[in-house]
Nanobody, 113 residues
Framework: QVQLVESGGGLVQPGGSLRLSCAAS????????MDWYRQAPGKQREWVAI???????NYADSVKGRFTISRDNGKNTVLLQMNSLKPEDTALYYC???????WGQGTQVTVSS
């Protein structure tokens, strides 16, 4: 059974950084397309970034140049490095495996002074 577990969220000041992790069990994350999404209070879930099985990446315009998605294949983990964080980045962040549409439970990111 596929399980995705996010971690690394927390409270950070504007301009700060966080690194989110998505640990996959039950399958290797390196052979699947993996996404990060986020959902802010009162808003719809928003796509953030994707990494393909070949290592290609793409980002939402709102995070381009600030966020970086990557893999740690040895740990079967997908990472999201978030820099220059803004209050509008505050949301519950989820990872997703596209094949099979598996989702994690999310990790909360709060950007506030």
């Amino acid at each position: 059974q596929v399980q995705l577990v996010e971690s690394g969220g927390g409270l950070v000041q504007p301009g700060g950084s966080l690194r989110l992790s998505c640990a996959a069990s039950g399958s290797s994350s390196s052979i699947y397309e993996m996404d990060w999404y986020r959902q802010a209070p009162g808003k719809q879930r928003e796509w953030v970034a994707i990494i393909t099985s070949g290592g290609g990446t793409n980002y939402a315009d709102s995070v381009k140049g600030r966020f970086t998605i990557s893999r740690d294949n040895g740990k079967n983990t997908v990472l999201l490095q978030m820099n220059s964080l803004k209050p509008e980045d505050t949301a519950l962040y989820y990872c997703r495996r596209r094949d099979g549409d598996y989702w994690g439970q999310g990790t909360q990111v709060t950007v506030s002074s």
